[in-house]
């Protein structure tokens, strides 16, 4: 079953102009939806942050100055950030924050936020700017780093209102931001000195002489003075000291620690850097060069602010003159060459080990030797040997004495084999040249101990003559062994080794 419909021509009319209203309305929506749709897209999705760029710091910047490092970001705040690094020869000193709003055409511009850190410069010189990440409002920003170079303060005039034109327009600063406050540094006046000095300008060959380094400050110069990276600086100073042709004994080592003296009538402070004692070797002069050593001294502020750094760090370099000791050879010495003695100013001090004396016993002797010199170089010469006395050492032991005056022993042990009286100083006696009197010397042992007892026989130089020593070796075997014995004991040992281990195997299958 089926419905017919007839509308006529007024109904053909009605529905021609339907359609035609139907397609006005469908390109309306149509452009509504191709204006609205990508504006409502973009509402739904997150606007993506604002862009942040790192601001270089310039190349070249005056001492008085500041070297600057920043961070700009455009339309929004800077909530989070990372450190600005560190820049060897600069001195962090504040962080500021500038806001900056943009004309163009007359309209208002998107802001930009500028975070700046200053850094203040020791000394002039180039330096390295290392390469750095920042990372800003979880943006990573990063930085190949760059040279920048520290040149001095330019000399600058005060300009009067002659000088400036009119559209220069230079106070326009200083009534939004106020007038900058100069902070000029000055150097402050100091008394520090670096000082060789020797306790001796002349001396003899082997005469010891001691060269020190000095460093003298006045009290009130440790407020502007401090030691600047005086572990390398030390060794290289001490390097310089050496000496080719003297015998260099350095002193004991000890903390820096000042002591107080007076210097050109004044009250100073004495830090002893180095000291050596040198003893020549030859007659040839002692030359110690120039020396010079780095400190860092501190500027003053003129006008101190409350909150800020007062004081700005550089380097000064203080310089101790060359230092020159002449060196006289030794004076001829009758029977002896000149330079085969030991010099300085000694004195003997000696010990025996008992009061009796008896042939065939051993007691001690002690030759000790006390006094102003080489130690080192002191010898005792090897005593004559006699048929009435074996002689055995020395033993011999270096020390000081709670002065500090060297000591140095040469122990002996002694066995007399005849009776009567034992003239030690015709054994033991040391030849020295004393500075002081320009004179020749001997130190002689004054003991002379008697022993008693009966004559024995001193042990025979020969073994075969000794009553022990010679029947044995002329009951041993004399016959020549050949070289490669031990070699062929090791291959039997071998091969009984590995008989013994095939042994034990046989035996061990057969048990299983």
Known sequence: ?????DFGLENTLATRRFFCLSRVVACLLLLATSFGGPAAARGQQPAPGPAAELVPGPAVVPLTATYSLGVRVRGAAITSHSEFPEIEGF??????????TRLVAGRRSVAELTLTQRYAPYAEGTYQVPAFDLTVNGQVLHSPGGRVRVAAAPASAP???????????????????????????YEPTDHAAL???????????????????????????QAVLNFYNFAEQLPALVQQLRQPTAWEVPAAESAIVPDTVRRAGATYLRFRLAQN?????????????????????????KNPQPGEENRLAIYKTYSAPALRVAV????????????????????????????????????VYTFGVEGIGNAAALVLP????????????????????????????????????QPGVVRLDTLFQLAFFDPTTARYDTLRSELRPEVSGQAKPIAAANPTDDPYYGPAL??????????????????????????????????????S
């Open 382 to 417: 090897a005593p004559h040997a006699t048929p009435q006395l074996e002689v055995y050492g020395p033993d011999i032991k270096e020390d000081k004495l709670p002065d500090g005056t060297p000591r140095k022993s040469f122990r002996y042990r002694l066995v007399p084999h």
């Open 159 to 185: 300009l009067d209102e002659a000088q400036v034109g009119a559209g220069q327009g230079i106070g326009s600063l200083d009534q939004l931001l106020g007038k900058p406050k100069a902070k000029y540094f």
């Open 328 to 363: 006289r050879p030794l004076p001829a010495r009758p029977g002896a060459p000149a330079g085969t003695v030991p010099v300085g100013h000694y004195v003997l001090r000696e010990g025996i080990s008992s009061t009796r004396f008896r042939t065939g016993e051993a007691f």
């Open 1 to 5: 079953m089926g419905f017919v419909v």
């Open 195 to 221: 000082v060789l000095e020797a306790d001796r300008e002349r001396v003899y060959v082997g005469e010891g002489v001691r060269v020190s380094l000095y460093l003298y400050v006045q009290p009130a110069d």
């Open 474 to 511: 002329a009951s041993a075997d004399s016959r020549v062994q050949p070289l490669d014995v031990y070699r062929d004991v090791r291959r039997y040992a071998g091969w009984l080794i590995g008989g013994l281990l095939v042994v034990a195997a046989v035996g061990w299958w057969r048990s």
């Open 91 to 100: 001195r962090k000193t504040d962080l500021v924050t500038s806001t900056a």
């Open 277 to 301: 004692t040198y003893y020549p070797l030859t007659a040839q002069a002692l030359q110690f060069p120039a020396l010079a050593l780095t400190m860092t001294k501190f500027k003053l502020l």
